[in-house]
């Protein structure tokens, strides 16, 4: 993560962009709901799992680059306990 920057001075501690991974069962609409967030509709049909998804710096007022991975939700189990043991530490 690289730290944000006003009039290209960086601002210590503050990320310029973020990643969010979503996580849920089978069917839980995770892919909808990138999709959605992307394209600001709702999407008829979605791939199981999609690429990381890109959203611009500008896409929010405070200026944070976004990338959104989606999961399949084989994994949902594993991914959920990997982040209860990273709350944890
Ligand atoms: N009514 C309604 N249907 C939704 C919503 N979100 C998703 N769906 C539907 O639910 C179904 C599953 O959505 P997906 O986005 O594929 O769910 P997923 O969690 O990615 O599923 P997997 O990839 O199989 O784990 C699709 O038919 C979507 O159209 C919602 O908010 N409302
Ligand atoms: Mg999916």
Redesign the pocket.
Known sequence: MSTGTVAGAPIPGRRSNVRVVVV??????????IAAAASENFPES?A??LPPTHLPADYYPDGVSVTII?T??SYAFVLRKTVIMLKVL
């Open positions: 849920g069962d089978r069917g839980s609409g995770k892919s909808s709901l979605v199981p799992v989606d399949s939700s």
